[in-house]
Each structure stands twice: as C-alpha cells, then as structure tokens.
C-alpha cells in the first residue's frame, strides 16, 4: 500500500512539474494560450445543427493553441527544455526547432478578428442577423477563449430566377436551370452559389463557350422579401466581353509528337518535307517517332467539332495514360476562320527504353515475410504505336522468424515477357468512349518456387486479354485466354511422410493444367477522402475447361477422365466477392468492414478445386488470430506433429467477415481495434484409397454458421508515406474444430497464464493494410 501511494505521489509530481514548466519560462506578462470554444446560443436549431456548426466554426478560429499528445503538450515541453541553443546546429538546436515548438501566447490572439470572423461565416451560410461575442479567463498564466454566437432562424430560398433575355448567352444559360443547385426551400449557402457558378461554367464549356468563365455569372439575393426567404437572379454580367458570349468550332488541329520543353513554341518552324496530313490531324514528326494512328484513337477532336470541355480533357487524359509522353501540353488559339480554334499539342516523349531494379520487402497470405528484386527491362514504343514490352526476372525469400513453420522458408525465382498494345486488338472494331486507354495484354510467365525442406514447383502460365476502364471508378479485366500449368519437383522424404498421415497433402504436389476465360470487376471511391462512406468490391468469375469437358464429354464421376499432356485438366466455375466499407467517424478515425464470399464448384473431369485455385483463411491479412491457411475446412482440424510443418488448409467455399476501427494516435502511428471470422468448406470430404474420410467435419452443411472461427485484437499502424509498416496482437474468441457446445472460449482466456499465451496468442507483422 504504502509503495502503491508513493507511485501515485510520483505521477502527481510528474504531472504538476510538467505543467509548470511549460509556463515558467513565458515572458514576463504573458500568458500561454491554450484553446478556444464556440457555442452556439439558440433555441431554434436543433442541437445536432448546433454541434456541427460549432466544430466548423471552431476549425476557422487562429491560432491555433500548442499541439497536445495524451493530454501534454509534449512539443512545447521539449522546446523550453532545449533552452535556448548557442549554435544552429547539435541536438539542443534539432530538440528546440524541429521536435520542438514555440509557445502559442494569448498576446497573439485577436479576438475581435475572430468574432468577425465566425459572424461572417454565419452569414455566408445563410443566417444573416448572427450576433457574436467573446470572453476570456484565464488561471495559472494559461488563457482560453470562448466564442458566442446568436445565429437565428437560416435563411431559405424562395425563388430562383434565369436569365429572360433572347439573346444566345442569356438562353443558353436559361436552359441550364432545371439542373441547378440552387432550389427553392433549401438554405442560402455561399458555397453552393460558388458551385452554381461552376457547374453553369462547366457545362457552357461543354456547348464550346470556350472563353467564358465563372466570374460572368453574377448570383444576386434579394433578402427583403421577408418571412426569412430570399429571391436569387441568376445574370449574365453586362460587362461579359463578347468572345466569352460566342461558341467556337474546332478549326486545324497540329500535333507535336517529339516536342521538347526547351524549344519556344512560337517560334517551332518544321521542315516541310516532316509534316504530314493524317485525316484531320496535322502531325509535325520529323523523327518519325510514332505512327499517327496512336493520335486517331486518342485524339477526340475532330474539325468543325463544336469545342467540348469533355473532350478536351478525355483527349488530354488519353495521351497521358499511353505511358509514353513525360509531358502533355495542349493549346487552342483564335484560327483564321471567324468564331473558330486552332489545336495545338505538345507532347514530349519518355525514353524509349528503360531498366528498373526493385527491391520490395512483402508479406504474403501464407503469413511469410520476406524481400524480393525485381529486374524489369522495358520499351515503350515497341512497334511505334505506343506499345508496351516488358522483360523481367525476379528472385525472392519468405521466411516466417517464428511459429511452428520456422526454417520451412520459401524460394522463389522467374521470368515474365509482357507485350500491351494501348488499343482493343478485335476481330471487329470496339471502341471505347472512357478518358482511360483500353488495353489488350499478351503474357506469359515462368516462375520455380522451393519451400525449403519440402518440395519445388515450377509454374507455367500465358494469358492473352483485355483491361479497360469505364471511369475512376470502375475497370474491368477479361482474360480470353488464361493457361496455368504446374508441374512438381524435389519432394522430400519428410513430406512424403507427413502426406501418410494427410493425404490431402498429395494434391499439393499433384500435376496441374487449368485453361479457361477469366473474368474480374472493382469498382471503388475510396480515393474520395472526406466522403463519410466510401466503397470498394471486386468479384471475380473463372470458368476453367468449360468448352473442352463439353466437347471430350469428360466426367470423372463416371470414371471418364480426360487427359492433355498426361495431366487431367481442371474443369470448374468459381466466383469471390470481396466487398469493403468506409465509415469515416472523424478527421483522424473510421470504421472498416470487409466481407469475402467464395465459391468454387468442380464438376466433369474434377470433383474437387485445382490446389492453387482454391480458397484459404487465416493470417495477417484474413483472421489473425489464427496461423495463416491453418482454419478449417469445416470443424476438420488436422493432426500436426509440433516438430513438422504446419500444412496449408483449403476448400471449394470460403466465408469470411472483418471489422476494424482506425483512430490516429500520433503523426505517423494510428491504432487499431478488430474482429474478424469465417471459414471456408468442401463440397465433397476427402477419402484415402479405402473411400474413409479423411476430412471429418470439413463439408459445407446448413449448419456453417456453426463453424465460423472467431478472432480478435489490437493493432499499431505506422505510415511512412512510403510504406505502412502493420503490428497486429490477436487470439481466438471462437475454434470451430472444438465439440460443437465448447467451441466459444471467451471464458477460457487467461493473459497471465504462459500456456494459453503460447498457444493461443497470434503476433502479426506485416505491410500496408490487411483491407
């Protein structure tokens, strides 16, 4: 007891020193400014209106006080424990001026700028008789201010007016109104009347209103009619000059496609033997870098078209997603003809040819950590059309530096030749409308991978397909043509022996031939940052061997199983959805939600999934609370020898559902609290050579829902901007290989017992984020 008041009178101590040194060294009649509040006084606005209105006031208030961390304003600390530092250098100079920061004094604060401030914000959100007020106090040399504000009833909008005149501008604007964000009944907002503005600008571009721009619409309020309405008059500026009231056709259109940024565009005089004519285009190439019909495909002007915002930056979008320009500058100046432009496009070329060593660090889904080098060999322009190809090799190491597969670590070493055209290469013409360059790609690949002590597999694989998108926000990927082959090697006597104790460690090292369409779609808006909810999902569809089992007639349940090359084919349809929610709580905290829903169905000439094509769970980025691939199938739970390696488990269905809450400690590290489940399952339990089952428990029934595992744990993130380095500390709150009735063991967990620990504990260390 008497130690346990000593540690508090030492925390107190701590505490109260703290706060006075912080203090002690202001000047002479200063005080230290430490925040400010505003609240809202009235009666008529709700009290959530109240609050939000209230933090967006409090973000406008300077300055700012001394940044806080766990309640200490550590900064300031440091800043006058460094003192004053007689060289601008050493470590008092980097404590005082780079983890330091000077004191925020309440000499600094201008109350009445402020309170001009809040009021004015008030009354560009539409609460025009806002009254405001401050008040200080302060205790112990620190100060604080509080704000008051009388806003009143909002002001709404009655009636919006467009312009009546005939004249061209006036009537082209008249017809913009029913998409117009200024509506009778909602609040008078600034902001919206800016976005107003805009939106009239942008879509007047859009009609070849070249010259206009937001600064000719002028919004005026009327805001004596009274009852709280006001009336808005949407006009064209009289003072508008005349070439912004006229639109403009597309006259000549000069392309540049070798062009350097060190050359002065006015005074570009090319040979006239280097110009050439391609439909509407003018191209000046004296190099003959590329062949015109790049610009054809890219290009959406053509002349005599009516000038389109859109299509003014889809074709700007085009010609830097070919990957083959560092810089894209596009220009539109008065043509000779009347009320016309003429288009100029300066393009300057990357390197034709490049070379790029990668070194990455990674975690892979099996729970390995490791490093990889890439060596990639590139030419950008291969057949002058902005073709892509690629050579690459690579060599790579995942080790697991704890657990029960310690010392099983995985080599990997390859090659890949890739070749993408920037176009749909078709037997018919397909065009695409998106500001995205579709794609068709050709691949094929090699790729020896040995897992240390076990066995080798060599991978073989040559796609040919298509990758386009529709908008930010979507993109496709069809493969027509996806050819997998793998073949065994170096088994080892250890794995022979564990496969005589699981003999569904066979199908592991079994020949593999997969060959099929492949199909994937992702749409995501989490790129859109402040959006309270953003969404990401990908489903992908495989259909492997469906047109060659129709055609062989292969059916392995009869027995009529059909061979290529002495491999069985795989002959199988498998879709997953991965579907993802961003609940933004704050500024520095959210909520995020994963679900994953797999399945696979084997049928002709397979009764169960290929290996590789099959779904597994469990690890850093899936349940982390359990050994990555170690749940599962079902309530089958595998005989592991604690001196072997801990076995991969897979199934034909996979179910798995994720949340975790994200707040922000401090700069760069942010926190994590989290829960995950699921499983996955078979359609069919595996049996040995006497038709036993050798997997109990392990098909998928009505009762999956019995068997999902269930994890949970905390989390550090920290974000280097350059890579986001992941630590996760879970442990089961439910094992679905347990009896059915025990399998919850909530009751069982134990911290300070060094057995459940060990055994029950998951310590994750991994990169970027699990979703």
């Not at 604060?109 to 025009?128: H, I, P, R, S």
């Not at 006001?230 to 056709?249: C, I, N, S």
Request: charged fraction near 25%; proline fraction near 5%; charge should be positive.
């Amino acid at each position: 007891m008497k130690n346990s008041n000593i540690l508090y009178y030492l925390i107190a101590a701590l505490f109260i020193s703290y706060g006075c040194s912080n203090t002690k060294y202001l000047p002479e009649g200063e005080m230290l400014y430490v925040g400010s509040e505003v609240e809202i006084k009235d009666t008529v606005i709700s009290k959530s209106e109240r609050k939000a209105l209230e933090e967006e006031m409090e973000e406008l208030l300077r300055p700012r006080p001394n940044r806080k961390f766990l309640g200490m304003r550590a900064k300031l600390f440091f800043y006058n424990l460094a003192g004053k530092p007689k060289k601008e250098k050493g470590f008092r100079y980097w404590l005082r001026n780079k983890a330091g920061e000077p004191p925020v004094l309440f000499s600094q604060v201008d109350m009445d700028y402020n309170a001009d401030l809040l009021q004015n914000y008030a009354e560009n959100k539409g609460y025009f008789k806002t009254r405001t007020s401050s008040d200080s106090t302060s205790h112990s040399r620190k100060a604080e201010v509080k704000y008051t504000v009388e806003p009143g009833r909002q002001y709404k909008i009655r009636n919006v007016s467009f312009p009546e005149d005939s004249t061209r501008i006036d009537t082209a604007v008249a017809k913009l109104k029913r998409w117009s964000l200024l509506r009778p009944g909602n609040p008078y907002d600034l902001d919206v009347v800016k976005a107003e503005r805009e939106r009239i600008d942008r879509l007047l571009k859009n009609r070849g209103y070249y010259y206009f721009n937001p600064d000719y619409i002028l919004v005026q309020v009327d805001s004596t009619v009274g009852n709280r309405q006001v009336d808005m008059f949407v006009t064209v500026k009289k003072e508008t000059p005349q070439e912004a009231r006229t639109p403009y056709t597309i006259n000549n259109i000069y392309i540049y496609p070798d062009y350097s940024i060190n050359q002065l565009q006015d005074t570009i005089g090319p040979p006239l033997d280097s110009v050439q004519q391609y439909k509407d285009f003018t191209i000046i190439d004296p190099k003959n870098t590329f062949r015109p019909i790049i610009f054809d495909r890219s290009l959406y002007f053509h002349k005599g078209d009516i000038y389109n915002r859109k299509d003014h930056n889809l074709s700007l979008n085009r010609l830097v997603n070919l990957g083959v320009f560092k810089f894209v500058k596009n220009e539109f100046r008065p043509a000779d003809t009347a009320n016309a432009l003429d288009a100029y496009y300066y393009l300057s070329p990357l390197p034709r040819k490049s070379i790029r060593v990668e070194a990455l660090a990674k975690t892979n889904s099996a729970n390995y950590n490791g490093t990889e080098l890439n060596v990639n060999w590139s030419n950008r322009n291969t057949f002058r059309a902005a073709e892509l190809l690629t050579l690459s090799v690579f060599g790579g190491l995942e080790v697991q530096v704890s657990g029960q597969n310690k010392g099983y670590n995985v080599y990997r070493v390859g090659g890949e030749a890739s070749l993408v055209w920037p176009r749909f290469i078709t037997p018919f013409e397909v065009r695409s409308a998106s500001g995205f360059v579709p794609k068709t790609r050709a691949l094929v690949s090699y790729e020896y991978q040995n897992r240390q002590k076990l066995y080798s597999l060599n991978s073989f694989r040559g796609q040919f397909g298509y990758l386009w998108k529709e908008n930010t926000y979507k993109e496709h990927q069809l493969n027509a043509i996806d050819i997998n082959y793998v073949s065994p090697a170096n088994v080892t006597q250890e794995y022979l022996d564990q496969i005589s104790t699981d003999a569904a460690l066979q199908r592991v090292i079994e020949k593999q031939l997969i060959f099929g369409p492949t199909y994937s779609y992702t749409f995501t808006n989490t790129m859109r940052k402040y959006k309270r909810h953003t969404f990401y999902y990908k489903g992908s569809l495989d259909l492997a061997g469906t047109l060659a089992g129709t055609l062989t007639g292969a059916n392995i349940k009869k027995g009529d199983t059909v061979k290529i090359l002495d491999v069985p084919f795989s002959q199988f349809v498998k879709m997953e959805h991965d579907f993802r929610h961003y609940l933004r709580l704050g500024r520095n905290s959210k909520l995020a939600s994963r679900i994953i829903a797999g399945i696979g169905m084997p049928y002709g000439n397979s009764s169960e999934l290929p290996f590789m094509r099959q779904f597994f769970i469990g690890g850093t980025n899936s349940i982390r609370a359990f050994r990555a691939r170690a749940i599962g199938p079902g309530s089958y739970r595998a005989e592991v020898d604690e001196n072997g390696f801990l076995p991969d488990q897979s199934g034909d269905l996979k179910l798995e559902l994720n949340t975790e809450y994200r707040a922000k400690l401090y700069k760069v590290i942010e926190g994590a609290i989290f829960v995950d489940a699921g499983n996955i399952w078979l359609w069919n339990e595996r049996k040995d050579l006497n038709s036993n089952s050798i997997t109990e428990g392990a098909k998928f029934s009505k009762d999956f829902y019995k068997e999902l595992a269930v994890g949970t744990g905390l989390g550090l993130r920290f974000d280097f901007s350059f890579l986001v380095l992941r630590t996760d500390l879970a442990f089961p709150l439910r094992k679905p290989w347990l009896p059915e009735g025990d399998r919850w063991v909530i009751d069982k967990i134990d911290f300070g017992g060094k057995y459940w620990r060990r055994e029950n504990l998951v310590f994750n260390l991994a990169i970027g984020y699990p979703f």
